[in-house]
Nanobody, 126 residues
């Protein structure tokens, strides 16, 4: 059974940093897999934040470009999202997701990902 479990959420002051982790079991987050982070703010749709495409390329939503970095640790089978210069508008539930293939040329849709975690809440305070 595949499980993706996010951690690292919490309350952070604006301007601060936070690193989210996504630990995978039953699924190998190795080269070739499509790995992504999404977020959902209250009353809004799921939004793609960052992706590692099957070719290893990365792509970010314009709203986080230059502030967020997605990476993976193959040895620990973990996906990360390093978030810097956090803003109040970054407040959301953050989800990691994986599927067998995607291009790094665009952010995939949330419901198109085969495996999705249950999320971790990030709240940015002023």
């Amino acid at each position: 059974q595949v499980q993706l479990v996010e951690s690292g959420g919490g309350s952070v002051e604006a301007g601060g940093s936070r690193t989210l982790s996504c630990s995978a079991s039953g699924y190998t987050l190795s080269s070739g897999a499509c790995l992504a982070w999404f977020r959902q703010a209250p009353g809004k749709e799921h939004q793609g934040v960052a992706v590692i495409g099957s070719d290893g390329s990365t792509r970010y939503d314009d709203s986080v470009k230059g502030r967020f970095t997605v990476s993976r640790d193959n040895a620990n089978n973990t996906l990360y999202l390093q978030m810097n210069s956090l803003k109040q508008e970054d407040t959301a539930m953050y989800y990691c997701a994986a599927t067998s293939y995607c291009s790094g040329a665009y952010l995939p849709g949330f419901y198109g990902m085969r495996y999705r975690g249950k999320g971790t809440q990030v709240t940015i305070s002023s």
